[in-house]
């Protein structure tokens, strides 16, 4: 359990930063449905309390992604891209802790060093009212290339300064690999409307905290 929610967590966070920074002119709220392919034998037990939707809310330079699990529980992470910092925020088991995401450990997290190799390929698919082209994206893991799946538009814009440096639009259906399973997003609405600041601001009652205190936490709760 507690290593299941660790490598979830991390998952959202790398999604973070692809959102991030791929539509900061883009404002508005786009949810998305969440499968999942190849889980391990170990996290089976556990399956269903994985969250089967993500709503994505972006104002400018900021992003907050919002995944509701099982049981009442909650996690939400929020990025500043202007400011290089962000907070994960979790709702489980009776505790809220806010997971403070600094400069040096979301270049950690991101993996800037990692510069994805991209195939685009003449195929389309309308997903939530905008047609996306499709492209391929080829990544390493553990000496072995893994192939993803996005599908992108054109009509929302995107930044120049991307985690996915080469992608030509902001990406409405995206995969990508924790190293133990494959999770893909797909877009079911997008929302183009004002949002308010206060959308980003972190509620009262959380327990601040950096990631290894966190995850110190996670193991004091029990639970491989």
């Known amino acids: 359990m507690k ?12 999604l973070g930063f692809v959102f991030n920074l791929n539509a900061q002119s883009f404002e508005g709220v786009i949810t998305y449905k969440i499968t999942y392919e190849n889980l391990p034998e170990e996290m089976a037990p556990y399956a269903s309390m994985l ?5 994505t809310t972006m104002k400018g330079e900021m992003t907050k992604l919002e995944q509701p699990l099982s049981m009442g529980m909650k996690q939400t992470t929020i990025m500043d891209n202007a ?5 994960m925020l979790m709702d489980m088991m009776g505790q809220k802790m806010a997971v403070v995401l600094d400069q040096e ?5 991101r993996g800037e060093d990692d510069v994805p190799d991209f195939e685009y390929v003449n195929e389309t698919k309308n997903i939530a009212g905008y047609d996306c082209k499709k492209a391929i994206m080829r990544v390493e893991e553990d000496g072995q290339e893994i192939v993803l799946e996005i599908y992108y538009t054109d009509k929302l814009t995107s930044s120049k300064n991307s985690s996915l440096p080469g992608l030509k639009g902001f990406p409405l259906k ?3 690999s924790t190293g133990q399973f494959i999770m893909t997003l797909e877009a079911e609405s997008v929302e183009k409307r004002k949002v308010s600041e206060d959308e980003f601001s972190i509620p009262d009652g959380y327990t601040h905290m950096d990631f290894n205190e966190f995850q110190k936490t996670m193991g004091a709760m029990g639970g491989e």
Do not use: C, D, F, H
């Open 174 to 176: 995206y995969s990508t």
């Open 51 to 55: 969250p089967s939707q993500s709503i």
């Open 3 to 14: 290593n299941m929610m660790i490598r979830w967590s991390l998952s959202m966070v790398a």
């Open 83 to 87: 400011a290089e910092t962000g907070v």
């Open 105 to 109: 450990s979301r270049k950690e997290m």
